[in-house]
């Protein structure tokens, strides 16, 4: 597999001649699917380009260079005007996560995403729920601690996992409750619980048998949760490994094809299982925490979007010695997905990082976790999303409800067929859908059916699932994934009012991908992927099934694999992102921090303490020589840019301020200090300094120096 690419010369003279996109080979007889070079809006002036003006400005340095810095948008002075200045935002913010970070990212490094500006999220504890905030060092290369599961179940609006019934309803789904001998229970048609001893399908009804091997007459669920009832559903798994699912009657719900599980598990062709993380910037985190502890007022219980809510957050950060490298990016929440770069013949054509994941012992009937491995993941999807303001206006309205934009690898799946308006006469053209080539979730001239669930994660374990025709069997092999909705737009359904049909909403991201990776240098890797999309709500209201626009029916092949819908239209799930990421709307009738499924559960920045070490070099007189040592209490890593200061304990004179290397060291040299008192004798006695070491996000320790 080998990435090609041809990008005509000057960039934007002409819509039509901007970039004929990525393609995908294995050789250069077999090349995949490529993204349209001749859109052609119908009306000039909702062309979605950037000027090479506007597109060298967001570079670091002029003219932009390969893998060259790019700044992220300016999104306090966010424009605000559907729909271009949204897909604008979203490149750009692509562009400087997945730049190479720069020096004023603690001393750079990496990718900016990988930087000590980010912290990753941990999956939820099992027993609390709870999440944590993981930093990332000075050094990511050396020293990021992270980790990444396999498990990408998609949780709903109310934080249950969810499934898509087969009339297209998204079904909150709750685990059934355990009994004396950790069995699931359900109620007999006497209301009383009774544990199950088993289950099996017979002709469409679901039969549950008690420990004597009594079927369990009229077994309905026992719902607890506190939501609609009528919208959740209770899950069993069958003898034969097959997941059911009853409503509040009892009545087993059949699912979409290929929503048959939670907890799906993703296996790339190249024999690779998919990995997540989220990720957040430190402006989210830091908003966070001070919304915990009272020090920080949000504006209606909302992600920042004004001048005001920005300067509370940098205030509070201060105060723990940390300024934002890049305040006005505001609240940003990223979640990713990797596959092992060892699996691919092409890893240097993907953003690459190194991280721990788990091991499995494997067998015939399940994969059991036996321990974990570094390796180098690749990236292959990302969400990327991020709260804005509305030109820096103090009362908004902004996008509280976040922008939310994906990103795919272009050798990631197949398109299913689209519409889009072709130059130069605007006139309609039909992209049908090509499955020749090689694909990363796909097999070369693959058919229907597409996006079916093999394999699932269950209590630490992956499983094969049992599946229904059209389905293939379940287990530990490769499924062929198709991206149904290809630009967020259902076909012959128009994803948002700006728009009169979903072939002008395709063209304009069409054009957006053509313009910016048109002028992309060559041989740049971030030119191997391409925007999908983006959504957001009509000024920045609360989710609703009638205000959220952009590219409404959104999703990724890696991380919406199965909630795509069994077809290209309206009919097979009009799902987004806003589907399961919704709030209640606060005082101003906007979204609130509940759009994201991560703020409620993650506890606070702890601040953990600095430790220092002392070592007496030499003493010569009343001269001291010392090495000290500094290092995170928590992670054992070395602090580098750690202030470091030797006082006098009698007159407060500094006697020496250095601040500590790459390896946590620092030598300092000083005169010996001493207390003046006229009431002992002698007056003057040779005492120990004062020492005190201050480092951004890990405080303060003090020490005695001698």
Partial sequence: ??????????????????????????????????????????????????????????????????????????????????????????????????????????????????????????????????????????????????????????????????????????????????????????????????????????????????????????????????????????????????????????????????????????????????????????????????????????????????????????????????????????????????????TLPNPGDYVTTMATIPTYAQSATQWTPNGQKRVKLALVGLHVVGSTGTNASPNGPGHPEMIWATFEHIGNTPLDTYTYNQAPNSTAKTVPRDTSGTWLFSKTSANEPFNCMLMAEQGGNIVAVTTQPPCPPGGFTPSNTVRRKAWGAATGVSPNPIDGSDAVSNTEVILINNSVRGMMPAGDVRNNYYLAGATWTILGAAPSATNQVGTSMLGGSTMETYFQGSDNTGAGGRFNCFSCHISSPNTFGRATTDVSHIFGSLSPLTFPALRVRLTVLQRVGLLHQVRLTATNSVTGAPVAGAQVTVTDPDSGEVRVSRTTAADGTVTLKYRQCMVVDPELKPPRHVVPCDGSAKAAVLGEASFTAP
């Avoid at 509040?248 to 939670?262: K, P, S």
């Avoid at 009272?294 to 940098?314: K, R, S, V, W, Y």
């Fill in 1 to 342: 597999m080998s990435i090609s690419k041809t990008i005509p010369t000057p960039p934007l003279t002409a819509v039509a001649t901007v970039l004929t996109l990525l393609l995908l080979s294995v050789s250069p007889a077999m090349q995949a699917q490529a993204i349209p070079s001749d859109p052609k809006a119908p009306n000039t002036q909702t062309t979605c380009v950037v000027t090479q003006s506007d597109f060298a400005n967001w570079f670091e340095s002029a003219p932009p260079t390969l893998n060259g810095v790019v700044k992220p948008a300016d999104s306090l002075n966010f424009p605000d005007q559907p729909n271009c200045s949204f897909y604008r935002w979203s490149e750009q913010m692509f562009l400087w996560i997945t730049s190479p970070a720069p020096p004023t990212y603690c001393g750079g490094g990496s990718r900016v995403f990988d930087s000590s500006a980010f912290f990753d999220v941990s999956p939820p504890d099992p027993n609390t729920g709870q999440r944590t905030f993981i930093p990332h060092t000075c050094s990511p290369l050396g020293g990021l601690n992270r980790f990444l599961l396999v498990r990408d179940s998609k949780v709903g609006p109310h934080g249950l996992p969810v499934i898509i019934d087969k009339r297209g309803r998204m079904l909150d789904v709750e685990p059934a409750p355990l009994g004396p001998s950790g069995k699931p229970m359900i109620l007999n048609e006497a209301g009383k619980a009774v544990e199950i001893e088993s289950l099996r399908l017979k002709e469409g009804k679901a039969i549950f048998m008690d420990k004597t091997g009594t079927a369990i007459q009229r077994a309905r669920p026992m719902l607890r949760t506190r939501f609609n009832r009528t919208g959740t559903v209770q899950q069993f798994a069958a003898v034969d490994r097959r997941l059911i699912f009853l409503d509040l009657f009892g009545n087993v719900i059949e699912t979409e094809e290929g929503q048959a599980n939670t907890g799906a598990v993703l296996m790339s062709q190249t024999n690779s299982l998919v990995y997540y993380v989220s990720i957040v910037n430190d402006v989210f985190a830091y908003f966070l925490t001070g919304v915990r502890g009272g020090q920080i007022t949000p504006t209606a219980n909302q992600f920042p979007t004004t001048p005001a809510d920005l300067a509370q957050i940098t205030a509070f950060a201060s105060t723990h010695n940390v300024t934002f490298p890049d305040p006005n990016a505001l609240a940003v929440e990223l979640k990713s997905s990797w596959v092992e770069a060892s």
